[in-house]
C-alpha cells in the first residue's frame, strides 16, 4: 500500500488558555483519507487541541508547530485555515438570528472557492439533508436558531458535506445525542468518508459515533499529552477497561 | 483578494459626490426677519403662509435649545443658508433635468427605481424639487402627489391650509418653529377614499449645497379606506461645516386606512438631522413607520403616532447604525387616546467606533384608552468597547384596563460568533457585517427588495474598515 499524501502535522504543540498551559506537547500525523480518533477523560485537553488547530483566539499555541498541507497552520487566519480545507464541527454550535442556513452556506462555500448557481446549491442541499434526514425546510430557518441539540449537530454535519473539506476535526459531535440522532449523524459522516474521501479527527470521550465508522487510528489525550496510540482495537479496549490504564 | 471585492462591492463614493453650485440661488447666511421675508418673497407664498413664517420665527426666538439630548453646540443658525435652489425649475421628464443633478440622483438610482418599482417619484435638490413625476394609472385613481409649492396654490390649497403644521405645531419645539419659519419644498400627497396605491410613491431629499439646511415638508392624506406606501431617502455629500435637516412630516389616515412611511436616512456625518414626524390614526386605521437611520452626526428623530379612533393600530420598525462621530438619539411616541388601540414596536440599533446610539420610546396611555395593547422590544448591539448604546423606555398608563409590555437588551458583537462564521471561511469583516446584518434582518424585511438590499450595502458599508 503507497503511503497517502500527509495532509497535517503537528509536533510538539502545547497550548494554553488563559496563561494556563492545556496541552504540553503533542505529536500527531494526519494522512489524505485517514480517520483519526482522539479519545480521553473530561478536561485532558480534547476540545483545546481541536480549537488550536482551527484558530480559536481565545487558544493560545505557546511552542511547536502545525504544518497543514505543507503550509504553517498556525500563521493563517481562521478563514484562510477553512479556505484550505480545514474543518471543525462544533461542539456547541452557535445561533446567529437573522442570517439563514442556506445563506450562510453559500457564503461560506463560496470563501472556501465553490461557486454554484442558486438551483445546483438547492438540488445539492436537498441531496445531503437526505443522508441526514433534515427537513428541507431548515434551510430557510435561521442558523441555529431553535435548533434542538441534535438539530444543531445535524447542520454542522450538513456544513461538511457542502463544504467538501480536506480535513474535518469533529468536536463531541455525539454528545447530548439519542441513539437515532447519533447513527444518523454517523451516517453523515460516513458518507464524508467514502464519497468525499475525507480526512477525519473525531474527538469524542464515548464510542457510539464509532459504531458505523471506519477508524484507522485511535489516540488517547490524557492530561494534555497522547498516552496511546494504536488501530481501531484500542477503542474496544478502552470500552473495556476505560481511561484509567493510561495514567489516570 | 476576497476582501477588496467585499469593499469595492459597496462604495461610499455614490454619496459622496459634490456638484459644484454654480449659478444657484443662495440666500444669505442667518436667520433674520429680512432672510425669513426674502425666502417667503421667492416662493411666491399666499399672504397666510408668509405670516405664518413671521410667527414662527417668533416662536423659534422664544424657545431654548433642548438640553437632554446630544448636543447640538456645533451648529450655528448664523452659518447656515436656509435657501439654495439649484438654476432650474422642477422638471417632469429625467431629460429635461440639468446634467449634473440628473447624473447626481442616477449614482443614487433614483430614475432606475422610478422604472422599476414606485408609482411616483419626486426628487429634490437642496431647498426645491427639481423632478415630479407620477404614474398614469396612478393619477387616474384620483391620487394627488406633488411638489408642495404647486399644492399651496391649486386645487388642493384650502385643504392643504387646514393640515398645514395643525398635527406638528411650530410650538412643538424649537426646531419645528425654524422649520415654520423657513420651510420649502417637501411634498403633498393626497389618496382618495377607497384607493388602495399598489406600488409605493417616494420623495428623495439630497442636500447638495455646503453649509445649508434643507427644510421640507412632507403632507399626506390618506382617505377613508384608502392605502398608501411611501418612501423617503435623504443623502448628502460630506463637507467640513455643519449642515442642517429640520424637515417636517405630518400624516393624516382617514378611517380604516393603511398608511407604511418608510425611510433610509443616509445624511453624511456633518449634518444635524432635527426631524419631526407625526401621525394621527383615525378609528381602524392603521400607521407603519419603518425607518432606517445612518447618516449624520447628531440626530433627533421620533416619530410620533397618535392613536385617536378606535381599533386603531400602529407599528414601528426601526433600526439606527451609529458608527465613529456619531451621537445618534431615535426612537417613537406612541398616544394611546382611545379604547382598543394597539401598538407595535420593534428596535434595533448598532454602534460601533465610538459611536453613541440612544433610544428613546415614549409610550401613553390615556384614560380613555381602555383594552388598548402595547409591546415595545428594543435591542441594541455593540461591535466593539469604545461605543456606546443606551435604552431610555418612558410609559405613562392613565387605565388599568390595558396591556402593556416592555423589553430591551443590550449586548456586545460575541467572539464565539466571530470565530465561528470564520471558521466556515468568512473573513472577520464578513463575519461581522453577517452577523450584524442578521440583527438588522427583521427591520430589512420590512422593506421593498431594492431598499433592504441598500440597507445591507449601507450596513456592509458601515462595517468595513471597522477592523484593526
Not at chain 2, 437588551?409 to 466571530?418: E, L, N, Q, W
Request: hydrophobic fraction near 35%; glycine fraction near 8%.
Amino acid at each position: 500500500m503507497s503511503e497517502a499524501q500527509e495532509i497535517l502535522r503537528i509536533k510538539n504543540l502545547k497550548v494554553g488558555v488563559d496563561d494556563k498551559e492545556i496541552l504540553h506537547g503533542v505529536d500527531l500525523v494526519i494522512r489524505e483519507g485517514e480517520t483519526h480518533v482522539l479519545m480521553g477523560p473530561n478536561g485532558a485537553g480534547k476540545s483545546t487541541l481541536g480549537n488550536a488547530l482551527m484558530g480559536n483566539p481565545k487558544y493560545a499555541v505557546t511552542e511547536g508547530s502545525a504544518i497543514y498541507k505543507g503550509k504553517d497552520l498556525l500563521e493563517m487566519e481562521t478563514n484562510e485555515r477553512a479556505s484550505e480545507g480545514l474543518f471543525l464541527s462544533f461542539q456547541n454550535p452557535i445561533e446567529v438570528p437573522g442570517v439563514t442556513l442556506s445563506n450562510f452556506v453559500r457564503s461560506s462555500m463560496e470563501s472556501c472557492g465553490v461557486k454554484l448557481s442558486l438551483w445546483n446549491f438547492k438540488k445539492e442541499a436537498k441531496k445531503q439533508m437526505e443522508v441526514l434526514q433534515m427537513d428541507p425546510a431548515y434551510l430557510d430557518r435561521d442558523l441555529n436558531v431553535g435548533f434542538s441539540g441534535g438539530e444543531k449537530k445535524k447542520a454542522e454535519i450538513f456544513q461538511l458535506l457542502m463544504l467538501h473539506p480536506a480535513l474535518a476535526i469533529l468536536d463531541e459531535t455525539d454528545s447530548g445525542l439519542d441513539v437515532d440522532a447519533v447513527k444518523t449523524v454517523s451516517t453523515g459522516v460516513e458518507e464524508y468518508q467514502k464519497s468525499q474521501n475525507g480526512a477525519l479527527l473525531i474527538i469524542t470521550h464515548s464510542t457510539r459515533i464509532l459504531d458505523a465508522l471506519h477508524v484507522d487510528y485511535t489516540h488517547v489525550l490524557v492530561d494534555g499529552r497522547i498516552a496511546a496510540t494504536g488501530g481501531a482495537e484500542l477503542i474496544d479496549r478502552i470500552n473495556s477497561e476505560g481511561f484509567e490504564q493510561f495514567g489516570r | 483578494m476576497k476582501e477588496k471585492t467585499f469593499v469595492d462591492d459597496i462604495n461610499r463614493s455614490v454619496y459622496d459626490v459634490r456638484d459644484e453650485e454654480k449659478d444657484a440661488y443662495r440666500i444669505k447666511q442667518g436667520l433674520t426677519e429680512e432672510i425669513v421675508l426674502k425666502i417667503s418673497e421667492e416662493k411666491h407664498d399666499p399672504e397666510w403662509m408668509r405670516e405664518f413664517r413671521l410667527k414662527c420665527l417668533k416662536i423659534y426666538n422664544e424657545i431654548q435649545v433642548p438640553d437632554w439630548g446630544p448636543s447640538i453646540e456645533g451648529l450655528n443658525m448664523d452659518d447656515i443658508a436656509t435657501y439654495v435652489r439649484a438654476n432650474t425649475d422642477m422638471k417632469g421628464s429625467w431629460e429635461e433635468v440639468p446634467e449634473d443633478i440628473k447624473e447626481t440622483f442616477e449614482r443614487l438610482g433614483i430614475p432606475q427605481a422610478e422604472r422599476e418599482s414606485l408609482a411616483g417619484v419626486g426628487a429634490q435638490y437642496d431647498s426645491e424639487l427639481v423632478y415630479h413625476n407620477v404614474r398614469k394609472e396612478v393619477e387616474e385613481q384620483g391620487v394627488i402627489y406633488t411638489d408642495f409649492e404647486s399644492a399651496l396654490i391649486g386645487p388642493y390649497a384650502e385643504m392643504v391650509r387646514e393640515h398645514f403644521m395643525k398635527l406638528v405645531p411650530p410650538t412643538d419645539h424649537k426646531f419645528a418653529a425654524l422649520h415654520g419659519a423657513v420651510w420649502s419644498g417637501g411634498s403633498f400627497v393626497y389618496v382618495p377614499p377607497g384607493v388602495k396605491v399598489e406600488i409605493p410613491l417616494q420623495s428623495y431629499f439630497r442636500l447638495n449645497a455646503k453649509g445649508a439646511g434643507q427644510f421640507e415638508h412632507t403632507l399626506i392624506i390618506v382617505d377613508e379606506g384608502a392605502d398608501l406606501h411611501f418612501i423617503e431617502g435623504c443623502s448628502a455629500p460630506k463637507y467640513n461645516v455643519a449642515n442642517l435637516h429640520a424637515g417636517c412630516v405630518e400624516l393624516f389616515v382617514g378611517k380604516n386606512a393603511r398608511l407604511r412611511y418608510s425611510t433610509i436616512e443616509n445624511w453624511s456625518k456633518n449634518m444635524y438631522n432635527l426631524n419631526t414626524k407625526r401621525a394621527i390614526a383615525a378609528e381602524g386605521a392603521t400607521v407603519e413607520w419603518v425607518s432606517g437611520s445612518f447618516g449624520s452626526h447628531v440626530s433627533y428623530l421620533y416619530p410620533m403616532t397618535i392613536l385617536n379612533g378606535e381599533g386603531s393600530h400602529t407599528e414601528f420598525t426601526g433600526i439606527t447604525f451609529a458608527g465613529e462621530g456619531q451621537n445618534l438619539d431615535t426612537g417613537l411616541k406612541v398616544v394611546h387616546n382611545a379604547p382598543n388601540t394597539t401598538s407595535f414596536v420593534n428596535t434595533r440599533s448598532i454602534s460601533k467606533g465610538g459611536g453613541c446610539a440612544t433610544t428613546r420610546s415614549s409610550i401613553v396611555v390615556n384614560a380613555n384608552a381602555k383594552g388598548s395593547k402595547s409591546s415595545v422590544s428594543c435591542e441594541s448591539l455593540m461591535i466593539d468597547d469604545i461605543s456606546r448604546s443606551d435604552t431610555i423606555p418612558a410609559m405613562d398608563i392613565r387605565t388599568d384596563e390595558c396591556d402593556i409590555g416592555h423589553e430591551a437588551s443590550i449586548g456586545r458583537i460575541s467572539d464565539d460568533a466571530v470565530f465561528y462564521l470564520m471558521s466556515r471561511g468568512l473573513s472577520e469583516e464578513e463575519a461581522k457585517a453577517m452577523i450584524v446584518s442578521g440583527f438588522a434582518d427583521k427591520v430589512s424585511k420590512e422593506l421593498p427588495l431594492e431598499y433592504a438590499v441598500e440597507m445591507n450595502n449601507l450596513i456592509r458599508l458601515e462595517m468595513v474598515g471597522s477592523i484593526g
